[in-house]
């Protein structure tokens, strides 16, 4: 049994509905555990350019000064029209966020169906807690390199045993994030792992997945230079 240190590429803070500033949400985190917090605010088609300014320039200004940890400015595309994810996802890209979420059909939130697979499909880093998400949909992320969140926050964790059964059915990538939006909601090394093994994961996949999250993050943080 092994802890590793957290890397959470799915979190919030005030440049949406979290409650705090990416300088103090990086403080209280880096003190948990944390090796990496992937800002992710939610992201329409007029908020984002604001949100990944604003994250960019909080990362680029804080990264080197917090004791290790590094700050990666993302957006979370989130209950936007399918028909717009795509065009989204490009935007995303070329305001430089670091990495692009998209907020998926989670089971307890009215997310327009069809939205799952324009993440997908549009090539976006990370569809986040994908509810029911379908067979079809699960062997095209494996096949796109789209990685699938299981979710640490209640309600949108719920669906995590099928997304974990049926990555694992296809070979696709999942993922760890906290979706944390307040202090208390945060990961710890030891929920990290709680998170992964209540979803049914073995020790080893859980080792397998902390490894490529490592390589994930990496491929990020050069996307910021
Ligand atoms: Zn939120
Ligand atoms: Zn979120």
């Known amino acids: 049994m092994k802890d590793f ?6 979190t919030h803070c005030l440049l949406s509905d979290g409650v705090l500033c990416p300088a103090e949400l990086g403080r209280r985190v880096a003190v948990q555990g944390y090796a990496v917090l992937g800002l992710a605010d939610h992201a329409d088609p007029g908020t984002m350019p604001g949100i990944i300014k604003t994250g960019r320039e909080s990362a680029l200004g804080l990264n080197g000064h917090m004791g ?31 990495h692009v979420v998209v907020h998926g059909e989670s089971v307890v939130e009215p ?8 993440a997908i499909e549009a090539g976006a880093d990370i569809l986040a807690h994908p509810g029911l998400l379908t067979e079809k949909e699960v062997a095209l992320a494996a096949e796109r390199g789209v990685y699938l969140e299981l979710s640490g926050r209640g309600g949108h964790g719920l669906s995590n045993g099928l997304t974990a059964n049926l ?5 696709a990538k999942l993922l760890v994030n906290s979706d944390g939006h307040a202090p208390g909601d945060y990961l710890t090394p030891e929920r990290q792992r709680t ?20 390589g994930l993050a990496e491929t990020f943080k050069q996307r910021l230079v």
């Open 195 to 214: 998170v992964a093994l209540g979803a049914g994961l073995s020790e080893e996949e859980f080792e397998a997945l902390m490894e490529e999250a490592v």
């Open 68 to 98: 290790g940890l590094t700050i990666l400015p993302g957006v979370e595309i989130t209950h936007v029209p399918p028909a717009l994810i795509g065009d989204m996802v490009k935007k995303a890209r070329d305001l430089g966020a670091s």
């Open 111 to 118: 997310v327009a169906p069809g939205t799952n697979l324009a």
């Open 167 to 171: 990555a694992r059915k296809y070979q």
């Open 5 to 10: 240190p957290v890397i959470d590429l799915h």
